[in-house]
């Protein structure tokens, strides 16, 4: 496993890809389509969970709901906040840089030293990015089969109050007619949001791994170049820096 298999599967389905890596032009229509879809749904989102937020405030409700509508309406903000940074960073592009740099320097090298390193910051990756994907999901099903269980619990009434399902979000319409279409929506907005999550959190735990990765097969080559270097070890040297100017930055 590379150290960003996960996060390219994750990039891609999370809309954050891009979009030159489809040759079929159906595909790039498809998936721009896919991607303004998502962003355009979670900025609805912002609009209406907002809205609920400032009812809440105007009806003056207990500081528990105020503060669980605040906490939502902020994380989803930064979500949207960290999509945007991976947008204008291009660091879809600079993972793709990163995979094949891997592909032809790492993954067959015949260097037994930078092998280990290798193989020991992999494993490291795939336990970060693991222990991600299983706590994420775990928190995701275990807070949708609550919210449900307390929905089937409460039984149809439920809608008539103003009791909040996941979210307190305002809704333009009545609840009771459409609750099929808010409970569908909630589940897809939470269902989302953990993919960004883990999308962010593997990504990030790669690429750091990945810069911990090259600073120490530079250290391994200046170890070696302070031992072999030769006559144009200045030269050579240069060279190295050169090669991982790009970690360096």
């Given amino acids: ?49 907002s809205l609920g937020f400032i009812r809440l405030i105007l009806k003056k409700e207990s500081f528990g709901r105020l503060s669980n509508s605040l906490t939502i309406l902020l994380t989803v903000i930064l979500m949207i906040l960290n999509i945007t940074i991976f947008n204008k960073k291009k660091v879809a592009y600079l993972c793709q840089n990163i995979i094949i740099y891997e592909k032809v320097h790492l993954l067959n090298t015949k260097d037994l030293k930078m092998s280990v390193i290798y193989q020991a910051i992999s494993k490291k990756n795939k336990f970060l990015k693991i222990f ?47 609750y099929w279409f808010i409970i569908i929506e909630n589940i897809f907005i939470v269902c989302s949001g953990s993919m960004f999550y ?14 911990t990765l090259r600073f120490q097969i530079l250290q391994l ?29």
Avoid at 13 to 31: A, C, H, M
Avoid at 157 to 167: G, I
Avoid at 204 to 210: E, M, N, S, T, V
Wanted: glycine share 6%; net charge positive.
């Fill in 1 to 49: 496993m590379g150290l960003l298999d996960i996060s390219t599967l994750l990039l891609q389905l999370s809309g954050l890809w891009p979009v030159e890596n489809n040759k079929s032009k159906l595909k790039k229509t498809f998936y721009n389509i896919y991607r303004r879809f998502l962003v355009i749904w979670f900025v609805i989102f912002c609009i209406f969970q």
């Fill in 132 to 178: 991600t994907l299983l706590t994420s999901i775990l928190g995701t099903l275990l807070f949708i089969g609550v919210s449900l269980l307390l929905l089937y619990n409460a039984g149809p009434d439920f809608w008539k109050s103003d009791a909040p399902f996941m979210f307190e979000l305002y809704v333009p319409f009545d609840r009771q007619n459409y």
């Fill in 198 to 211: 883990i999308t962010c959190q593997t990504t990030f735990y790669g690429l750091f791994l990945y810069g």
């Fill in 221 to 249: 080559k200046i170890e070696k170049l302070s031992i072999y270097g030769g006559e144009n070890s200045f030269e050579k040297l240069r060279s190295l820096i050169l090669e991982h100017q790009d970690i360096i930055k």
